[in-house]
């Protein structure tokens, strides 16, 4: 049997890093995944109907659940030549891990396996581990997880990084589209069309206006909202569209969803989507696209990923927060958000699990082409994993 160490876990990550896995491609990333828990002892190693990877540590007892919850996927590379060091060579390099997914996430992915693997025969109560799909493009994964009723876990710590922190909550995340509809015709004869982009400034100006009237939290700051993007239809520079479609990128609050979304929207729109006199329509929808698992398993999905935040003042807080401390120094981990959305969005914002994150790496690295991890950074964070975990089913079962 494989011994769960920080320096196995290394070597695991340098696997995974190897290993390209896109939303939806990310078969043979769980294929290792699998292969690695298998290795390590873990029971009810298996994946699900969506491709997320899941194994359990047994503990001695009847108690709180805790998951210990990555994800698999990772954005695009780029471009190659950009990269200091290969995206998928996993080069180890002054002292850090580099590649796609150093960070982001397979690196703390293996050192949640490994760290949960050490505790087997220690551990008072079942530790899950369990590695998602599709959580860059909102979380497909999770929302099967939990919905599904798979695992039941009372408690979630999130390996997205903190720079050894405890995260409690962040903003979610929507995307929402307006759509201008017109006639299309020739450029020639422009009285014969309705061109769609006669609208799009007064879209914009509205877009702007609700903008400037989003909401904030004490905490994590406020809503965002703007337009990122346009797309013109037909796409040909002599032909009067018949189509505009504004997409908005919202960073929202977590009592905010998808209708009081579209409903802000419209009603920053006003008579410019309901009151035309020009045979243009305005709609406003929120974007959504067929995203089908390595499974065969496929969903048409709205863009969204939900909010959330823990009361940094809650038990489970505090002793994630005291168990996980400081590097070098005395006193309780700092607590905060995170600036990005994650998975916890489902397991807290939507079902109400207390979800806290945990792991090493520098949010600012993540999704660049200068990627990496830590190690000394990495090895503090995997040493202090038995004393989250034990700390969390303490409290949860009423024993701290």
């Known amino acids: 049997m494989k011994e769960a160490t920080f320096e196995n876990a290394i070597a695991f990550a340098q696997d995974l890093i190897r290993i390209p896995g896109l939303s939806g491609g990310e078969e043979a990333v769980a294929a290792r995944v699998l292969h690695e828990m298998e290795a390590l002892g873990y029971v009810d190693v298996r994946l699900d109907e969506v491709g997320n990877a899941i194994g359990r540590i047994s503990g001695n007892g009847e108690g709180p659940v805790v998951l210990l919850n990555c994800h698999m996927d990772v954005v695009a590379e780029g471009d190659h030549s950009e990269w200091e060091y290969g995206p998928f060579d996993a ?18 992915l293996a050192l949640q396996t490994h760290a949960a ?14 590695h998602t799909v599709f959580e ?24 997205e990084a903190t720079h050894g922190d405890v995260c ?7 995307e929402v589209e307006i759509v201008i509809r017109g006639e299309a015709g020739h450029a020639s004869a422009p009285a014969r069309a309705r061109n769609a982009l006669d609208a799009l400034g007064e879209v914009l100006a509205a877009v702007r206006r609700l903008a400037e009237s989003q909401a904030s939290d004490p905490y994590l ?15 040909s520079r002599n032909v009067i569209p018949d189509q505009v479609v504004v997409t908005l990128d919202w960073r929202v609050l977590p009592d905010m ?19 035309r006199t020009d045979g243009l329509t305005v709609e406003v929808r929120m974007a959504s696209e067929s995203q089908a698992a390595f499974t065969g398993f496929t969903s048409v999905r709205d863009l969204f990923t939900p909010g959330f935040l823990m009361d940094p003042d809650t038990a489970v807080v505090r002793a994630a927060a005291g168990a996980v401390g400081r ?23 939507i079902h109400g699990i207390p979800t806290i994150g945990f792991a090493p790496g520098e949010e600012r690295y993540a999704h660049t082409n200068r990627e990496r991890l830590d190690l000394e950074e990495a090895r503090w964070a995997f040493d202090r994993h038995p004393a989250l975990i034990g700390a969390l089913q303490r409290t949860l079962a009423g024993e701290a």
């Open 91 to 108: 080069a180890i390099e002054g002292g850090c891990l580099h590649g796609r997914g150093a960070m982001d996430i397979k690196g703390p």
């Open 136 to 159: 860059e493009r909102g979380g497909l994964g999770m929302k099967h997880l939990l919905e599904s009723g798979a695992v039941r876990p009372d408690a979630v710590i999130i390996g």
């Open 327 to 349: 590097p070098g120094t005395e006193g309780d981990a700092s607590i905060r958000p995170w600036a990005f959305a994650t998975d916890g969005g489902w397991s807290c914002g």
């Open 257 to 275: 969803n998808a209708d009081s979304m579209l409903a802000d929207v419209r009603g920053a729109l006003g008579a410019t989507a309901t009151d």
């Open 117 to 130: 693997a050490a505790l087997r025969g220690t551990t008072p109560y079942d530790i899950v581990v369990a």
């Open 168 to 174: 409690v909550g962040h903003r979610g995340r929507g």
């Open 221 to 235: 700051g406020s809503a965002t909202v703007v337009p990122t993007m346009v797309d013109v239809l037909p796409q």
